[in-house]
């Protein structure tokens, strides 16, 4: 299985409106080159299976800012079962880390099924750790979280922006692999788009200058938390 282990990186997220992604994109899309994953229109679609606790614990912890956290997902691309991805990002304060590994399809569906004896004997830590949540904690799949992406790369400092269009949530739904269940947008009171800038070390400074005359709020909240609005729970 292949196994990529992304050191401890800067990350912001801001919400933004179509004037300012307009904006946004003609500026970043001048200084940095296109994701080569993305198609003619540089956009790619992704479907992430994200899992909690019984108790939420990843959702709570969110919500009432804690500054080491952490998210258990699944990932695939263009609704295709070729490249699923098991993920586990972790936060520190403003830096991430995430752990990715590639798996099969039928260790997913025994995962989406809450059934983690797939995992037992594996000896990379991230299948352990899943193991261990889903068997004392009662890790299980919650929420399917939909969007385009639309992203642009730099050399330096690994500087990676992502507009994360169109997001949808799956309600109820976990079947990941089904390209016809319902989905809805979180944002049916403000159509908000979503901006992402990761980087290393450093940002470096014009790309700063580019970033700032848009304008953008930042955000706190998360693309999972937003699709996990329609459960009834307190947020």
């Not at 990529?4 to 919400?15: D, G, Q, V």
């Not at 606790?53 to 009432?64: F, Q, S």
């Not at 990715?100 to 989406?112: N, Y």
């Not at 390209?179 to 790309?207: A, M």
Request: glycine share 4%; hydrophobic share 35%; with cysteine.
């Amino acid at each position: 299985m292949e196994i990529t282990h992304i050191p401890l990186r800067h990350e912001f997220k801001y919400h933004i409106n179509q004037g300012e992604l307009q904006y946004l994109r003609g500026v970043i899309g001048a200084l940095l080159r296109r994701d080569e994953n993305g198609d003619e229109h540089n956009e790619y679609h992704i479907r992430s299976l994200y899992f909690d606790t019984i108790r939420n614990d990843a959702l709570n912890e969110k919500i009432a800012g804690y500054d080491r956290r952490k998210k258990y997902r699944m990932r695939i691309y263009k609704l295709s079962d070729s490249n699923i991805r098991l993920e586990c990002k972790s936060k520190y304060n403003d830096l991430i880390s995430k752990q990715s590994i590639k798996i099969p399809r039928d260790l997913a569906e025994q995962l989406i099924a809450g059934d983690p004896s797939g995992l037992q004997f594996m000896r990379h830590p991230l299948f352990h750790d899943m193991y261990q949540e889903m068997r004392l904690n009662l890790l299980r799949p919650v929420v399917i979280v939909d969007y385009i992406r639309e992203a642009y790369i730099h050399e330096a400092e690994d500087v990676r922006i992502t507009f994360d269009k169109q997001l949808r949530t799956g309600l109820n739904s976990v079947d990941m692999f089904n390209p016809h269940i319902p989905t809805v947008s979180p944002f049916y009171d403000c159509p908000w788009e979503v901006l992402e800038v990761k980087y290393n070390r450093f940002l470096p400074t014009y790309i700063q200058a580019a970033l700032s005359g848009a304008g953008a709020l930042r955000s706190a909240v998360s693309k999972y938390v937003w699709c996990r609005r329609f459960e009834g729970l307190e947020f």
